[in-house]
């Protein structure tokens, strides 16, 4: 496809339960990150890959959150547990390799934890 | 740490009116800088950019910025708004180089009154 993709749109769970959300960047996008924007909180980053380099995690919030990137390419996001404060819109991004790139959004994940 | 700060939260204006959105960002390298605006019930998309060259950059739909380096801005402006333009903007910046991760502010609401 031309531009990021990420699934599901939305996701229900109960809390406890564990969920993957699922991004495919753009093809050729070495860069990938994850965000998540809540209410009035602005965009949260979580992780960063960039190409074979260890990823940026310094912004996950717990250990129950954890991603991978397969083959450079399909990243998946974890969480375990879900918790109430885990609902939010769960954005990823990519970017092509570069000094100067700019990163673009897909439409993200709504998730919602009862 | 990178810092963004974004210091109107909600605007509102009559279209017409002026527009300038504050953003001041704490990191004392090279840096690049973003614009994004979300749309309502659209994705994230790049307004401007500054990566080098000329301080004052134009964007899309008739926006600029303007970076100042001695002030870590990076403000916003739209000489005349119009009810099209309410929207979520936020502010982000990186490192300049392959591991710089984005970081975002807060986050603007802009809300234009017809």
């Known amino acids: 496809g031309a531009g990021v993709s990420q699934s599901p749109s939305n996701k229900v769970t109960e809390k406890g339960k564990d969920v993957e959300l699922r991004c495919d960047p753009i093809s050729g996008h070495t860069a990938l990150y994850w965000y998540r924007q809540s209410l009035g909180q602005g965009l949260e980053f979580l992780i960063y890959f960039q190409g074979n380099s260890a990823p940026d995690k310094s912004g996950l919030p717990s250990d129950r959150f954890s991603a991978e990137r397969t083959g450079g390419s399909v990243s998946t996001l974890t969480i375990q547990r879900t918790q109430q404060e885990d609902s939010a819109v769960y954005l990823c991004?990519?970017?092509?390799?570069?000094?100067?790139?700019?990163?673009?959004f897909g439409q993200g994940t709504r998730l919602t934890v009862v | 740490a990178q810092s963004v700060s974004q210091h109107n939260h909600h605007v509102i204006l009559s279209e017409a009116a002026s527009l300038e959105l504050g953003c001041n960002y704490s990191y004392g390298g090279t840096v690049n800088l973003f614009w994004y605006v979300q749309y309502p019930g659209q994705h994230l998309q790049l307004l401007l950019k500054?990566?080098?060259?000329?301080?004052l950059v134009k964007g899309i739909k008739g926006f600029e910025a303007e970076f100042i380096k001695s002030k870590f801005s990076f403000n916003l402006r739209k000489p005349s708004v119009q009810w099209s333009d309410t929207a979520e903007y936020f502010c982000?910046?990186?490192?300049?180089?392959?591991?710089?991760?984005?970081?975002f502010g807060q986050g603007t609401t802009l809300q234009v009154k017809p």
């Open positions: 991004a990519s970017s092509l390799p570069g000094l100067a790139t700019e990163a673009f």
């Open positions: 982000a910046v990186n490192k300049r180089g392959n591991t710089g991760k984005l970081i």
């Open positions: 500054y990566f080098s060259g000329d301080p």
